[in-house]
């Protein structure tokens, strides 16, 4: 069952690389090697729409906290949760402690994360949730005022941190790649920037890769021995794509990259995905290795290594659904 766009939610990720490899990214300048800033995470979850997917949005931010804290070695001190509804009796306590998921209170929390950056941190941003598509702007549904993707671009202009990744998962969400795009940053969106208006299923499917993740051998793609945020955004594409085909639905989201800064957004996925699951390999198991081009899209993402603390874990690839 597919649902068209509601009230929204998003999750805000301002992380630094304490200990772990990567290169961190400045819009001005890409820099490259091994960030040792602090890590920070802020959660920013909007409007859920309804009791069911309450529980849904609920769930993912639930299981991103714990795949950073678990997994990625975030520091939950330096995680901040805000979300759009009102708590629950029956909410986790990483959602009941939120504060709202409002408009004012992101920007807010961007400019004291921005007073806490520096040069050698890093910064993650994941957005999820419902939206929609004016005819002229992308917008993330909040309580109170939305924002939309010009605006929401121009939180992060000028900043200075040596990584920054944006995962903007929500349905219209490739209208944000170009707002976003800057030298060494690498923006990840569930849609193209055309009609896609249906709620996606990447963010679950993010969530579950980041909380259980996979054996190394199912994710590590360009088969380099460790696991990249390269590997990280395949691997949530191919177990979005082959969602659709397990239930049989026509694909109504295409996940792209761009982290070479020059705006446009490509699905590098699809030489990844067979052709079942809408990619172009023949074969039913993914290309052995890859090689990517200097300055080439997926190179800025291929520097990015996590280290996943514990062991890798069975994870299903069906996303949770709310009822209609």
């Known amino acids: 069952m597919r649902w068209f766009y509601l009230p929204g939610a998003l999750v805000l ?32 979850c909007g409007l859920s729409g309804d009791a069911d997917h309450h529980v849904l949005f609920a769930g993912t931010t639930a299981r991103l906290h714990n795949g950073l804290t678990t997994q990625l070695g975030f520091d939950a001190a330096n995680i901040h949760v805000l979300f759009g509804d009102e708590p629950l009796e029956s909410d986790v306590d990483v959602i009941k402690s939120a504060d709202r998921g409002t408009k004012e209170k992101f920007e807010q929390v961007i400019a004291d994360v921005r007073r806490r950056l520096k040069p050698e941190d890093s910064i993650w941003v994941i957005v999820l949730g419902h939206a929609h598509y004016n005819g002229r702007l992308s917008w993330l549904n909040l ?40 030298k060494g940053r690498v923006v990840i969106t569930a849609t193209q920037a055309d009609w896609e208006t249906n709620e996606t299923d990447f963010p679950h499917e993010l969530a579950r890769v980041l909380s259980s993740p996979p054996a ?42 761009d982290d070479n800064g020059d705006g446009a957004s490509t699905e590098l996925q699809i030489d990844f995905l067979t052709e079942e699951q809408g990619g172009r390999s023949r074969r039913r198991k993914k290309p052995v290795g890859v090689t990517v081009p200097p300055g080439g899209e997926g190179q800025t993402a291929r520097s990015i290594k996590l280290q996943f603390l514990q062991p890798a874990a069975p994870m299903p690839t069906s996303p949770p659904e709310a009822k209609p």
Do not use: C, W
């Open 216 to 257: 190394l051998a199912e994710q590590d793609f360009d088969k380099d021995g460790a696991i990249t945020l390269f590997d990280v955004y395949l691997t949530t594409a191919r177990n979005v794509a082959q969602s659709y085909v397990d239930r049989t639905l026509l694909a109504t989201e295409h996940p792209t990259i």
């Open 143 to 182: 309580p109170g005022p939305d924002i939309d993707h010009v605006s929401f671009a121009k939180l992060f202009d000028g900043m200075t941190a040596a990584q920054q990744v944006f995962f903007i998962t929500t349905p219209v969400s490739g209208y944000f790649t170009k707002s976003l795009s800057s």
């Open 13 to 44: 990720l301002s992380l630094s690389a304490s200990g772990q490899d990567g290169t961190v990214a400045n819009p001005s300048k890409a820099s490259t090697g091994t960030s040792n800033g602090t890590k920070h995470a802020v959660l920013l």
